[in-house]
């Protein structure tokens, strides 16, 4: 008996890891409900975005990431949140505005919403809490957490890790590599 709920312990803690982020729901920047389920497959870059923080100028890079590896099954998601000193104040529609006409975002972008405290949307408690295999807060805007094709957190990297870096684009290739 002790070995089968030993085993049963074991099992569930592996389908907790293993759930995928896909069926979480979202909201999409135009106000439609939504979830990752299209984006099965697929490597993802989920960003926190923010239009009046110092990393701001990062859509550029998230941009050309973007353009260059999608037609090899890659995604950048960019989550706008108003959390760090009110660096996001924008209603959805002019966030969507001031990333398509500032910096020609052509990447899917989602509702705003909190990536961490009480109001913590359940993506982002994926990510960082104590089940993730990265856990801990968001520290800033401009977060990074590169999914892979299974759902996965692969890796996670601050605002200062450009979307561009070497770094990242090593384990994106890499990923983008693992069908």
């Known amino acids: 008996m002790k070995t089968l709920i030993a085993t049963l312990l074991i099992m569930s803690a592996i389908a907790i890891d293993a759930a995928p982020i896909h069926g979480i729901p979202l909201v999409d920047i135009?106000?439609?409900p939504t979830s990752l389920k299209k984006y099965q497959g697929k490597v993802i870059l989920i960003v926190n975005v923010a239009s009046k923080c110092g990393?701001?100028?990062?859509?550029?890079?998230?941009?050309?990431?973007?353009?260059?590896?999608?037609?090899?099954g890659f995604v950048v998601l960019g989550f706008p949140c108003n959390q760090f000193f009110g660096q996001e104040p924008g209603a959805n529609?002019?966030?969507a505005q001031f990333c398509s006409s500032k910096y020609d975002v052509?990447?899917?972008l989602f509702a705003k919403l909190d990536v961490k405290g009480k109001n913590q949307h359940p993506l982002f408690a994926h990510l960082t809490?104590?089940?993730s295999p990265k856990p801990g807060k968001v520290s800033w805007n401009f977060n990074k957490f590169l999914i892979g094709r299974n759902g996965k957190l692969v890796e996670r990297f601050g605002s200062m890790t450009k979307p561009t870096s070497k770094k990242l684009v090593t384990l994106l290739e890499k990923e983008l590599g693992s069908k």
């Open 93 to 95: 529609a002019e966030i």
């Open 129 to 131: 809490g104590e089940n």
């Open 30 to 32: 135009d106000g439609k």
């Open 55 to 72: 990393f701001t100028g990062q859509y550029t890079g998230m941009e050309a990431l973007y353009r260059k590896y999608k037609s090899k």
């Open 106 to 108: 052509t990447f899917p």
